[in-house]
């Protein structure tokens, strides 16, 4: 007997609680005493069917024409175009089929003061910046602050300077791999506990060795529909090395070992499995840099009086406070060669949710390969990165199958459409 489904009346603190999306509960059947003289010669239940996505997080499609990925057994692949913005915004967009202006995702950081968690902030701004923007330093204080204030999502200060923190809030508060964690919308997750269908999805906070190990138990128990594998080292081997260092090859050929291991125990517990491998954006080799925040400080205007702005890797936003601040950042935004000012017409054609300035009301993009350093992110160059216009071709994302991949699937805010499709016929409850 296997162990009991969950149903939609699963809470989100629940969730919480043990760590994983999975509506699976964790109740064991007691152990039945087995007689001396008998064997038992019943072979190991078998699911159905399982659709398992397996998330690379970067895997690009320029990743993917260079280095292949388990080519015998997904023979089908598409490029999928990425959203505008971070992983911050990509994410949420794969997971709820829908884009940023819709589910309401997009940076990490957006303008608030009134209701800025770091107010307190502006007293650490007089200790040492030697010590306090160093990243082990600045990461422990994250998982500091992210308890005290009991944030479930993926939360990071990275290198915002703590005088310019109080103007801002944080938006991923709530863990977006739980059903409830979006803020306009659900999310694939959501969709399979209202329908009744059993899943599983990866802790994001352990090790990929972890997180590999703990899909195989799930999948051992043949319970589950759809298995969602996150594996997301990948993204922090590019940013470290780019994209053609000898570590990149050998990241990817130990992922395709691991996917392919993950499968064939899939195929051994499952009739059926539908393999996927997904990413939310590739991976631009950094070819220069630019001190754009030297440049707008040169113009004798005063931080939070006469306009705001986050500095990420490879945009800034800014927000005004008076026109002429604003005259005089556009002027000096248009003198810089290595980046241009996005309009509002593309802001609209690429989704970003800007109507009510929340996440800026300027916003200055890099060219490809260029970074802004030092950044609000951080304070060197590195060798990869991610984050530039949608259009070129090292941001795109891609889609791998082992099953047909339609031609309406041109986007990463249409893998949803897949994994609907595949568990379309999955039943409320399976009856053994």
């Known amino acids: ?87 911050s915004a990509a994410d949420p967009s794969i997971l709820t089929g ?27 701004a007089k200790l040492p910046s030697s010590i ?57 997750f959501d969709w399979c506990v209202s329908h009744d269908i059993a899943y599983y999805c990866s802790n994001w906070r352990h090790s990929e060795e972890a997180i590999i190990e703990e899909n195989k138990q799930q999948i051992r128990e043949s319970n589950i529909k759809m298995n969602y594998l996150y594996l997301p080292k990948l993204d922090g081997v590019m940013h470290t090395y780019g994209t053609q260092h000898k570590k990149v090859a050998e990241k990817i050929h130990w992922l395709e070992e691991q996917v392919r291991d993950v499968y064939e125990l899939a195929c051994q517990h499952y009739d059926q499995v539908s393999l996927y491998v997904i990413s939310d954006h590739g991976m631009a080799n950094v070819s220069g840099s630019v001190d754009v925040i030297k440049q707008i400080e040169s113009l004798g205007l005063t931080f939070g009086k006469d306009y705001v702005a986050m500095y990420d890797s490879t945009m800034a936003r800014f927000w005004f406070k008076n026109t002429r601040a604003q005259l005089l950042i556009h002027q000096a935004l248009e003198g810089i060669n290595e980046g241009t000012i996005v309009s509002e017409a593309e802001l609209r054609q690429m989704r970003v949710p800007h109507q009510d300035k929340k996440f800026g009301e300027l916003f200055f993009l890099m060219n490809p390969g260029i970074l802004i350093n030092p950044s609000y992110m ?29 031609e309406d699937i041109n986007s990463i805010a249409d893998i949803r459409k897949t994994m609907e499709h595949e568990l379309n016929h999955a039943s409320a409850r399976t009856q053994y």
Not at 111 to 123: A, I, R
Not at 380 to 394: E, L, T
Request: some cysteine; overall charge neutral.
């Open 1 to 87: 007997m296997p162990p009991p489904i969950h149903t939609s009346e699963q809470t989100i603190t629940e969730a919480s609680d043990c760590f994983t999306s999975s509506p699976l509960s964790m109740e064991k059947d007691p152990v039945k005493p087995v007689m001396e003289d008998s064997e038992d010669k019943r072979q190991p239940r078998k699911g159905s069917k399982l659709a398992l996505y397996t998330f690379v997080d970067a895997f690009g499609w320029e990743i993917y024409q260079q280095y292949g990925f388990l080519n015998d057994l997904l023979p089908h692949a598409r490029r999928l175009k990425t959203t505008f913005g971070f992983s």
């Open 98 to 124: 829908r884009y940023p202006d819709q589910h309401g995702h997009w940076s990490s950081f957006y303008y608030s003061p009134e209701t800025s968690p770091f107010k307190g902030f502006k007293y650490l």
């Open 132 to 188: 306090f923007d160093r990243w082990r330093v600045r990461h422990w204080l994250s998982k500091i602050m992210a308890k005290v204030y009991r944030y479930t999502g993926y939360f990071e200060l990275y290198s915002v300077p703590f005088s310019k923190l109080p103007y801002f809030d944080y938006l991923e508060k709530q863990d977006y791999f739980v059903p409830g964690g979006i803020l306009n919308t659900d999310t694939i």
């Open 378 to 406: 951080g304070l060197k160059v590195i060798p990869g990165m991610h984050g530039f216009h949608p259009d070129d071709k090292d941001s795109y994302a891609c889609i791998l199958s082992n099953q047909e991949i339609g």
